[in-house]
């Protein structure tokens, strides 16, 4: 049963995002228009944190509501259900139905993972209706002006039978993230983590290395935010090529082989 | 990646092979991380002291596994800096000759331009060396600047060469000298300068080398007097600071470098033909090995497998006309025979051959062995209370609303629903021989070299026999079929061929109720080349046999080596976008029956065609033949690791 636990106002500071191309614009043009949005990225390349920065710069007075979506998510956790309270039960309204209500960005991370009954109530609100049934209590709720649903996916292990369904995906404007090239992926290591230019670069080409492993049976490249881990450890006195072990080697896979062959990389790349 | 089955030299079991099993993956795939494209280990040609890389085939490393570890690293470091720009594997013969780098004594073959060229001039075993020395220096300071973490083990490696060369003063050691980054080129050797820029190429190592090579027999051969045009021998303007410098003894150079021809120390490079600016390529020259067709004895495309007598069983299938955007029904017959085969040590001889990598791909396919019994809940009935739907169920009846009544939780069965066909193209064009990029190498290793050898002279092993794309493409399929027995998934192999529409053969190798067996891999070693490419038609009736079997996943892995084509696919026979369009609506279809269909293709122009054909997570191009079957099993694992479930 999930209860609200999203701040009930947003962030006083605008999360820090560092544009890769023209997804602002993009954002804000979409938002304009309430265009849901779909973004397509893999694992820790910022898609959550362009939400969360694009969420403060549109919709300053909600805050962003996050769904991260598992495989038992069904729509009833989405729209909300009868709680008991003392002796009376009581409707108690899902993330999204809060969203809709309170005109406020609804973000369903992983939206693939979910069941299969989410999408009738994703249908309903991505198109021109922007309407949510909510059969449980009989409401057809129209979306608050300010509303907007916006999902990610992440095609690297969407598998043959977890894709998303060509009517869900034609109802959103699509944003491909990727992994920065290194120059900019350096500078928001360095950002996020404080640790130097220098050592945020090489970290980077660590990355770019590493992810050429994906075509060689490695399913997800190291993504951005384990390049951060990395970082953070190092700032706070771990010596560097550990730091690389447990944030990169350890954290991308079990295969022996693949975290053999990441230290050496590690180890050839750092001073 | 693993090593190219088909290249191995030795056989079996030695105690290097395996050596070199265990290093195998965590090396290759250090390699190809760093390089950014798969690379493929080897085992270093003998059993000498060290491994050469830098003039073996790309993107074949060669290793000896007995080195130590930082030495092997370095080895395929060096083959990674030769992969980039710039390096040896990126060599144009179009560039080599606009900066008249290409020799006199050009001789027309195909094979390696940079052997060629290395060819073309006068005495090219001693090019060889120095281009060897000059190139290593080159490639050594650029892993110094990209891999700042490798710089110990260069180091070791270095010294030891230096401490084997000591204080000799032959021309050669003191290149290499020089190449390692001892002694000052520039007043040395000029020539050497522009080949240890940071931004030399394998260009200006290759223009040293054949300056140099020149000025050494400078002198001494009358006939080989003709310098190369951008070499010019000229004493430097006198520079007041240092007396004697225009060069005729008694000066305070090293007293090594004084060893050195006095016309080395003055050559240059004419002025302007050392601009590092790539100079314009003519197009079209390329440097692609061209396939050759089989002429091995006794395995000409057309004499198999023989059509049998009795009259195959026969389907007809539609076939998609883009050009009328529709249905051409029933217009394909498609004609199934059964094979059997009579080569029953075809999978014993497998096993034997590629043992490691069999290990290897049972190892990977291993992994996604489910997975035991997963839980569903919130179900009709069950052997459990769900007791969280339970309490859903209780409270919706409270408010009012009708419950669903699925308050239970069930245990799955724990059947691992996966079956897979393989689908084999065997038309003609698979008779080609598997490019050898290895056909060069036996030459380069003929002389030693100075700079990674101590050792002299190596014995050389009997080249390997050529083998065809489809040799290798059996040999994958037999592999994952050998694997996936052993798992217990249903498998079936299927290879088609075939000459007009009213003659798509469709042969069986193995069916899906057959067990994985001595007999049924003779089958498929039966499979020859014969025949045309109606991808279409043969996509269609391999997904209806799937689309019988049970499993809730059925994988149809097709593997091909070109576009389709038949003499009648489309109105015309020259326009592949008929047979393309087919080849696509065929694998909608697929995809719409509930097949996950995947297309292997080891054309290296298939990627142009192949993305109009399917979906990019639908297919993959492999540029090695060799590595075959690892990416089949990487396919196979990626496709059901999570549809498993």
Known sequence: ?271 | MSRAPSRRRGVGDSPEDAALAAIDRPVSLFGSALAGRPLTLQLAPAADQAAAVTLTPAPLARLDPRLPWGAMRIEVLRHVVQLQAGGRWQFERAEAAARGLIGPHVAVMPGDPLQQCLASWSRPVLLRRLFRIIDGGRVDARIEQQFPGARADLQTLRSATLERIGDSTRPLHVLQRLALGVGDPLQELPLLAAALRDTATVYDSLQAAIGLCALLGHGRRRDDLALPHWLVIEPPPPDPGLPGTDGDGGTPLDPAASYVPQAMRHARLRAGTDDPTPLRAAPGQGTTASHEAATVEGRRPDDAPARPASAAEVTRHDEWNYLEQRYRRAWTQVHEHPLRGEDLQFLARLRQRHAGLAANIRRRIGKVRPLGRERLRHTRDGDEIDVEAAMTERIERRAGQAGDLRVYSALQPARREVCTAFLLDISGSTGFLVPDREASADSAALDDDPYFYASPRRRLAPPPPRRRVIDVAKDAIALMCDALARLGDRHAVWGFSGDGRQQVDFYLAKAFDEAWSAHSAAALARLEPKGSTRTGAAIRHAARKLARQPERLRLLIVVTDGYPQDSDYGPDPEDIDYGLRDTAQALREAERAGLAVFCVSVDHAAHDYLRRVCPASRYLVIDDVGALPEQLSNVYRQLTRRGAR
């Open chain 1, 1 to 271: 049963m999930s209860a609200p636990l999203e701040p009930s106002v947003p962030p006083a500071e605008a999360p820090w995002y560092q544009p890769v191309g023209d997804e602002i614009a993009l954002f804000e043009a979409a938002y304009e228009a309430r265009m849901p949005v779909l973004l397509k990225g893999p694992t820790g390349c910022g898609k959550t944190r362009f939400v969360e920065h694009m969420a403060w710069r549109v919709t300053p007075q909600a805050p962003l509501i996050t769904v991260s979506c598992h495989e038992d998510l069904s729509a009833s956790d989405l729209i909300g259900r009868y709680l008991l309270l003392g002796d009376r039960s009581v409707w108690m309204d899902g993330p999204l139905t809060r969203a809709v209500r309170s005109g406020a960005i609804c973000y369903l991370d992983e939206v693939v993972e979910a069941r299969k009954d989410t999408t009738v109530v994703i249908h309903s609100l991505a198109d021109h209706r922007r309407i949510l049934p909510i059969d449980k209590t009989g409401e057809l709720l129209q979306a608050h002006p300010d509303f907007l649903l916006v999902i990610s996916y992440n095609p690297g292990y969407q598998t043959v039978l977890k894709d998303l369904k060509p009517s869900t995906r034609q109802r959103f404007v699509s944003l491909e993230f990727s992994y920065p090239e290194p120059a900019l992926e350096a500078t928001i290591i360095a950002h996020e983590s404080g640790v130097e230019l220098a050592q945020a670069e090489r970290l980077a080409a660590i990355g770019h290395k590493v992810r050429n492993l994906r075509e060689q049976g490695l399913d997800e490249g190291v993504s951005t935010r384990l390049l951060i881990y990395a970082a953070q450890l190092m700032v706070r006195g771990i010596a560097p090529r550990r730091a690389c072990t447990v944030a990169i080697a350890q954290a991308i896979g079990d295969d022996p082989d693949v975290q053999q062959a990441v230290n050496n990389i590690v180890d050839v790349l750092m001073p």
